[in-house]
């Protein structure tokens, strides 16, 4: 059973910065497609960002295009979320999951939760005003 394990969350300031890695135990992320998705508090969870297998192909939610960033290291089987010019509206529990390529398009990915197979059990982002 693949593992995902999130990291890197955080108490910040508004304004501030972080970066999240999700680290794959046990299997290799070569062949994964991987989302960030986040829950807050009595809210429907969410899909943040997506990267394909390749790298080659990211999307974003609206509402943090152009201050997140999902990147990912494959030789460290490591994606990552770096976060800037935080809001408190971001604080929320951050997840990574993942999906083997062959159940998705070719060297794409997409935001829709029910498509990813396995979780990570989430690390916390508060961002205080």
């Known amino acids: 059973q693949p593992q995902l394990v999130e990291s890197g969350g955080a108490l910040v300031q508004s304004g501030g910065s972080l970066r999240l890695s999700c680290a794959a135990v046990g299997f290799t992320l070569d062949y994964y497609v991987i989302g960030w998705f986040r829950q807050a508090p009595g809210k429907e969870r969410e899909g943040v960002s997506c990267?394909?297998?390749?790298?080659?192909?990211?999307d974003y939610a609206g509402s943090v295009e152009g201050r997140f960033t999902i990147s990912r290291d494959n030789a460290k089987d490591t994606v990552y979320l770096q976060m800037n010019s935080l809001k408190p509206e971001v604080t929320a529990t951050y997840y990574c999951a993942a999906v083997h390529e062959e159940s998705t398009v070719q060297d794409m990915c997409v935001r829709t939760l029910l498509l990813y197979a396995y979780w990570g059990q989430g690390t916390q982002v508060t961002v205080s005003s």
């Open positions: 990267i394909s297998s390749s790298g080659g192909y990211t």
